[in-house]
């Protein structure tokens, strides 16, 4: 049988890896280059646009254990991320282009997988295996499609995308490298101010003029990503304490502690470009230019690309899902991706790999099998699974979301530690499962 995925992301991909892997039939459809989105800037697969960073690369984190259940798994994804890493601390941060380039020519390559440029605006429920893994940003027909399956409208924020600015317009005589508390290598230019400076700033950012809003937008932006202006507003130290915070970046130049600070992180190998970590916004262009250039460094930046804000599309989960991400309603019809209410490139990209697992067992036969609840991968789709479903919103995988230890451990890095040991023994165990089904069926 041959699974239909819509949407080459990184859910989509990932999924459809997974899938050929285990000898699958599979068509993937990608409305891209024959239509584009109003964030997305080529036809590449797997393209990233609000950042370039997969988080904390830290041993027993909570991204590093989600990480390694996915290297455990085989994410193809996961492993051109590492060979197209590009210097950032502590976090696995990527070279975009090199990124996308290389998993669309893998994907491409692949016998099992035949690509559609087309989009597609019909789901026919009934008919095959179908995995929904068209991201945020899906098309108006596809989302109309959506809700006609869930029965009810679809949820939706906004997310917004950090400006990026040329390497050689950067003062380094301003600014410095270093990474906070001197861990790990100096990946970040970081660009401090003086109280001063911050003042001048932030009063320039909370009066800066944003962009109208259409009649029909209501901008519900994600807690998590909120734009720095919006954030800017609950308080003059609030960035301070947020994305501008200057613990551990002493400035070079002064043996001090700077008053605020911006970090800027590499976009790419070639180290010529740098984004601005946190700095996602809704302003003009022209303000974006007028205030970022306060910021010390900057103040000739040029703006290799501005930021902006676009729809972010998501389905209400804890009403529609179950643990293996089938719809209640339509079980032979699989949502992975932002859309089913993860949030975060890496969390993205789990999903497509446990959607694949699952559109896998449907095609052969076999009954899907839900993740260990213990394991990062189980936690997440329990969340999803399982959230207020009235006050429902996408979510990064934190230590929150696994369960507690049987015994209390007040030492929290002891704690996580015994978390992941405890998470990655049960998931082994899973995956050894799920394998030996597989195998059978496939007898």
């Known amino acids: 049988m041959s699974v239909k995925i819509i949407g080459a992301g990184l859910a989509g991909t990932e999924a459809a890896w997974q899938l050929a892997r285990r000898g699958l039939e599979v068509g993937l459809y990608e409305m891209r280059p024959v239509r584009s989105t109003p964030a997305h800037q080529t036809g590449h697969m797997a393209e990233l646009v609000c950042s370039n960073s997969l988080k904390s690369d830290s041993e027993y984190t909570a991204p590093w254990l989600l990480k390694e259940e996915m290297r455990r798994a085989g994410s193809l994804l996961l492993e051109i991320a590492r060979e197209t890493a590009v210097p950032a601390g502590h976090a696995l941060a990527v070279d975009r282009e090199l990124f996308a380039a290389k998993v669309t ?5 692949e016998p099992h997988i035949r690509v559609h440029r087309e989009e597609v605006t019909r789901v026919d429920e009934h008919e095959g295996v179908t995995i929904i893994a068209t991201g945020p940003l899906t098309s108006d027909a596809l989302s109309g499609e959506i809700a006609r399956l869930s029965g009810s409208e679809h949820l939706y924020f906004y997310d917004s995308i950090s400006p990026i600015v040329e390497a050689e317009s950067i003062d380094m005589g301003r600014a410095y490298l270093a990474a906070r508390y001197g861990k790990g290598t100096a990946d970040y230019i970081n660009c401090p101010f003086t109280r001063e400076e911050y003042d001048r700033f932030y009063d320039a950012l909370v009066k800066a003029e944003s962009v109208e809003a259409r009649n029909w937008e209501n901008l519900n932006y994600f807690e998590a990503c909120l734009p720095i202006e919006e954030l800017a507003r609950r308080g003059r130290d609030t960035l301070r304490f947020g994305p501008m915070k200057p613990v551990g970046l002493r400035d070079p130049h002064t043996a001090r502690q700077p008053y ?3 970090q800027l992180r590499r976009e790419n190998l070639r180290a010529d470009s740098y984004n601005l ?6 302003l003009k262009y022209g303000e974006q230019q007028r205030v970022f250039r306060l910021i010390p460094g900057l103040e000739r930046a040029l703006f290799l690309r501005y930021g ?11 009403m529609l899902l179950t643990a293996t ?7 032979n019809v699989l949502f992975a991706g932002q859309i089913c209410g993860v949030e975060g490139y890496t969390e993205s990209i789990a999903a497509g790999l446990m959607a694949g697992l699952h559109a896998a067992a449907l095609a052969t036969a076999a009954e899907p099998v839900p993740p260990p609840r213990t394991s990062a ?3 997440l789709v329990h969340y999803i699974t399982h959230a207020d479903s009235k006050n429902f919103q996408p979510a990064n995988i934190t230590f929150d979301l696994l369960p507690q230890l049987d015994n209390r451990v007040r030492d929290r890095a002891q704690r996580h530690r015994l978390q ?7 998931f082994d165990g899973w995956l050894a499962a799920v394998s030996i089904q597989q195998s ?4």
């Open 105 to 109: 020519g893998a994907i491409s390559r």
């Open 325 to 331: 991400l089938q719809m209640k309603a339509h079980p």
């Open 277 to 282: 970590v946190g700095f996602q916004n809704h």
């Open 440 to 443: 059978a069926v496939g007898r």
């Open 377 to 379: 991968f189980g936690s």
């Open 308 to 318: 902006q804000i676009h729809r972010n599309t998501y389905i209400n989960a804890p």
């Open 420 to 426: 992941c040991g405890r998470a990655l023994r049960e």
């Open 260 to 262: 605020a600070v911006v």
